[in-house]
């Protein structure tokens, strides 16, 4: 297996416990979407999707979510009355905390609202099945169904997405509620629970960090072209990063605190949206063109100062346009409470699979003058005078190239120079030399201090936090 897919394999193994559907076939979909189309339709192949389990368990999961799904909590209300409902402890507790008679009776009466934990559950289902059948829908089997299932699962998740329900993966609790509503429900619960040991016996079991079914994963995708691991590396740098900050020692904190992952989204893209955060400072690590503070709740993208010119210069193709506007990575940074003002740097992931010419770093020293010039404006960019001296930007390194051919100066001497906050405007990584794929447990100090470096920065540059009520806290 390539270095390249050794490391997107760990990675993935890595990630998977935090995915909103953390089992086998969960991640195989998350897996398989972030190929490119051609090996998406080779890596779809190996799933059995006619199978009647499949059909069977989606129909299954379609019945529950129609259903108005509910639990029963109960709350205290003051009855004149003496009824069967009364709470006569609340009502003593009540009548010994300094109340004048006539001491309020307390009833426990129970209301209807929707059962959250289950439905949301069930979501996680529906969309995991929904993507692995759009994954699929472009191969090439006659009478296919896909499209016609996946609407299906589509239509019955609607009405829960608007609850904004929070991912949770399906399991035994969750089986053992609904089984007890009636027959109908329990015979839908038996369909996804042989739905998903079906998928069990096909990939292994659940746990989604086994080595041999992410090994069975890498031999998948070993067929797969350069354009295909170009990709998947774009996805690999970020995950590394998100995971070398998780281990950062105490030089490598932005703050007072380690950093923590606070989500792993996984928007309708090939590339997830990390969310780490250290004290009051959150850390977004995602893909494309950055994107400004929050204005009445909704951020917008930053103005591309090349596009005037790329649209002229390059109206048919759009080449210039696409790599102004695209960065393969963009962290950013604000305090929490406040995400008016945010910070920025950029990254780009790029290997070279045919050898080790000059004009391969030639092009990635030329993504990295299009990054400052597109976004420059907003990375407080200042180029150096006729006195000489160097560019700066207000978080350095503001563009950063992962490579894969031995770019960049040695580990020590990087850690040194990002832990002095000393960085250049323009910093290059190697896969190899700095991502560590061979290190077993994995680990990057090199990827810890660069962001916690950015980190400190950020810090500086957004000024005083301010204050948030967390939780839990008076």
């Not at 059962?115 to 969309?127: H, K, M």
């Not at 016996?201 to 994963?217: E, M, P, Q, T, Y």
């Amino acid at each position: 297996m390539s270095v390249d897919l050794q490391l997107f394999i760990e990675q993935a193994g890595w990630v998977a416990p935090r995915l909103e559907d953390p089992s086998r076939i969960g991640v195989m979909t998350w897996v398989g979407r972030r190929l490119e189309p051609a090996a998406r339709r080779r890596f779809a192949e190996h799933f059995p999707l006619s199978h009647r389990a499949q059909k069977d368990g989606e129909a299954g999961v379609c019945a529950l979510l129609n259903r108005a799904l509910v639990v029963h909590p109960s709350r205290l209300l003051v009855q004149e009355e003496v009824s069967r409902a009364i709470d006569w402890s609340a009502t003593y507790a009540r009548a010994t905390a300094g109340h004048r008679p006539p001491y309020p009776l307390l009833a426990r009466l129970r209301y209807p609202v929707p059962d959250r934990s289950s439905l949301g559950a069930l979501l996680s289902l529906a969309r995991t099945w929904s993507r692995l059948l759009e994954m699929a829908e472009t191969q090439d089997v006659a009478g296919s169904d896909y499209a016609v299932r996946r609407a299906a699962l589509r239509r019955a998740s609607a009405p829960q997405l608007v609850r904004g329900l929070s991912p949770t993966p399906f399991g035994a609790r969750h089986a053992l509620r609904l089984r007890r509503l009636d027959e109908q429900a329990a015979a839908n619960v038996k369909c996804i629970e042989e739905a998903m040991s079906f998928w069990m016996r096909i990939f292994g079991s659940s746990n989604a960090a086994d080595s041999d079914a992410l090994g069975h994963v890498g031999r998948l995708l070993q067929v797969a072209d350069a354009k295909n691991i170009d990709t998947l590396m774009e996805a690999t740098v970020a995950l590394s990063i998100a995971r070398a900050a998780l281990d950062a020692t105490r030089p490598d904190w932005p703050t007072l605190f380690p950093w923590t992952i606070r989500s792993v989204d996984d928007p309708q893209s090939m590339y997830p949206v990390i969310r780490l955060q250290s004290g009051d400072l959150i850390c977004e690590i995602s893909k494309g063109t950055p994107l400004g503070g929050e204005v009445n709740g909704t951020r917008n993208k930053i103005a591309d100062c090349l596009s005037p010119w790329a649209d002229e210069a390059l109206p048919s193709t759009g080449k210039a346009r696409s790599s102004g506007r695209q960065p393969d990575l963009v962290v950013s940074f604000w305090f929490e409470g406040d995400p008016s003002r945010i910070v920025f740097a950029l990254g780009d992931a790029k290997r070279n699979a045919t050898g080790d010419g000059e004009g391969y770093i030639r092009a990635s020293l030329d993504v990295a003058a299009t990054y400052l010039m597109s976004f420059g404006h907003r990375m407080g960019l200042t180029l150096a005078g006729a006195e000489g001296g160097p560019h700066r930007t207000a978080l350095m390194p503001g563009v950063t190239l992962f490579c894969r051919q031995g770019t960049g100066r040695d580990a020590k001497s990087a850690i040194d120079l990002l832990r002095a906050d000393r960085a250049p405007v323009v910093m290059a990584f190697d896969l190899e030399k700095h991502m560590e794929p061979e290190a077993r447990p994995w680990h990057a100090p090199v990827l810890a201090a660069w962001l916690g470096s950015l980190g400190r920065q950020a810090v500086r540059a957004l000024g005083t936090a301010p204050p948030v009520r967390r939780r839990g806290r008076r």
